[in-house]
C-alpha cells in the first residue's frame, strides 16, 4: 500500500510536468545560477533560488504562497547572486513554455538587513521593475508578453534599474496564465545582493505585499480572452501596482529593522520546511499543504515533496 502510494504520487507529479512549470535557472553578466529543483530532494541542494515545491500555478490572489511560491523560505544552504544595478538578470522557465496569452511581470523587495536568508516573503514590501501585457493585436488573439516569453527561449530578461539603492533583495519574475479562469500564477523568488545602486527607493503607492498587490477581482485577471469583446479589445490593464519610478506617493521609508524582529519570530515558527531528523517511517507523510504532523524522518530518510500536498519519507 505504501509502495502503491509512492508510485501514484510520483505519477500524479510527472504528469503535472507537462502542462505548467516555473522558473529553472538565471543568468546574470555570463554566470549562470541553477534554481531550486522542486521535484528532487531538498537535502543538499543549494540554489540563489528559494525553494518551491510544485509545477502547478497558484490560482488564487489570495493564497499565502503567492510571493515566492510553495512555500518559498529560504533553503538549508540558500545562496544569493551579487548583481550589478544597471545589469541585466534573466530567468528561464521550463521551455517551451506552455502558456502564451498572459502578462510577464518582474519585482524586487529589499530586505532589511544584509541578507534575505530566513527572510519571510510575506513580510516584505514589493515593487515591479518590469512588466510586459498585451503587446500588439487584441486580448483575443494579439501578442502577450508571456507570447514573447515563449518566443525568447522560454526566458524573461529584466534590467535591475541602476538607481535602485544598494542592497540585499528578492526578485520575484511572474508569468500570469490566462487561457482558463481562475488566473494562474507562477511566481518563483531569487535573493540577490545589488551593487553598485543608486538612491531612488520606491514611493509608497508602488509597495505592495504578496499576497495583497493583487485581487481576485482585478480586471487583468478576471479578463475572459474568448469573449465578443475581446475580439476588438487592444488594452489590458496589467495587475499590481504602478511601475517603479511612475508613482505618485511619497517615498517610502527604507525597510526597517523594527520588522526585523519580526522575521526572527516568524524564523523561530513551526515552519513546513522539511527536516532530516526526525519520527516518521520510511513512506510516511512528512509535509504538504494542510499536514500538520511530525516533519522530520527516521534516519537514514529524507522527507521529500512530491508535490504541493504531500510530501513523503523516502
Ligand atoms: C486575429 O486578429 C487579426 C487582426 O485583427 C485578424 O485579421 C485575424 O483574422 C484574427 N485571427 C483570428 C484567428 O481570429
Ligand atoms: C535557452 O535556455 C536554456 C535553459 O532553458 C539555456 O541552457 C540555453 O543556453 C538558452 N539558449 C540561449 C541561446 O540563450
Ligand atoms: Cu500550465
Redesign the pocket.
Given at each position: 500500500m505504501h509502495a502503491f502510494g509512492t508510485l501514484f504520487a510520483l505519477a500524479s507529479a510527472a504528469s503535472t510536468v507537462v502542462a505548467h512549470g516555473g522558473v529553472l535557472w538565471y543568468s546574470n553578466a555570463g554566470q549562470w545560477y541553477q534554481g531550486w529543483q522542486p521535484y528532487n530532494s531538498p537535502t543538499g541542494q543549494t540554489s540563489i533560488q528559494r525553494p518551491w515545491s510544485t509545477y502547478n500555478p497558484i490560482t488564487d490572489a489570495t493564497d499565502a504562497q503567492l510571493a515566492c511560491n510553495d512555500d518559498g523560505t529560504s533553503g538549508a544552504l540558500q545562496l544569493t547572486a551579487t548583481v550589478a544595478a544597471g545589469s541585466d538578470v534573466t530567468a528561464y522557465w521550463n521551455s517551451p513554455w506552455p502558456h502564451n496569452i498572459g502578462p510577464m511581470l518582474t519585482y524586487l523587495a529589499q530586505c532589511p538587513g544584509s541578507t534575505c536568508t530566513g527572510v519571510d516573503s510575506n513580510t516584505l514590501e514589493w515593487f515591479k521593475i518590469d512588466e510586459a501585457g498585451l503587446l500588439s493585436?487584441?486580448v483575443?488573439?494579439?501578442t502577450w508578453g508571456s507570447g514573447k516569453m515563449i518566443a525568447d527561449n522560454s526566458s524573461w530578461t529584466t534590467t535591475i534599474p541602476a538607481t535602485v539603492p544598494s542592497g540585499s533583495y528578492l526578485i520575484r519574475f511572474e508569468t500570469i496564465a490566462l487561457h482558463s479562469l481562475p488566473a494562474q500564477f507562477y511566481p518563483e523568488c531569487a535573493q540577490l545582493t545589488i551593487t553598485g545602486g543608486g538612491s531612488l527607493g520606491p514611493t509608497t503607492d508602488e509597495l505592495v505585499t504578496f499576497p495583497g498587490g493583487y485581487s481576485n477581482t482585478d480586471p487583468g485577471l478576471t479578463i475572459d480572452v474568448y469573449s465578443n469583446a475581446a475580439?476588438?479589445e487592444t488594452t489590458y490593464p496589467i495587475p499590481g501596482p504602478p511601475l517603479y519610478g511612475t508613482g505618485t506617493g511619497s517615498p517610502a521609508p527604507p525597510p526597517s529593522s523594527s520588522s526585523v524582529s519580526a522575521y526572527a519570530q516568524s524564523s523561530t515558527a513551526p515552519s513546513s520546511t522539511p527536516t532530516s531528523i526526525g519520527t516518521v517511517a520510511q513512506y510516511g507523510q512528512c509535509g504538504g499543504t494542510g499536514y500538520t504532523g511530525a516533519t522530520g524522518c527516521v534516519a537514514p530518510y529524507t522527507c521529500t515533496v512530491l508535490n504541493a500536498y504531500y510530501s513523503q519519507c523516502l
Open positions: 493585436g487584441t483575443y488573439n494579439g475580439q476588438t
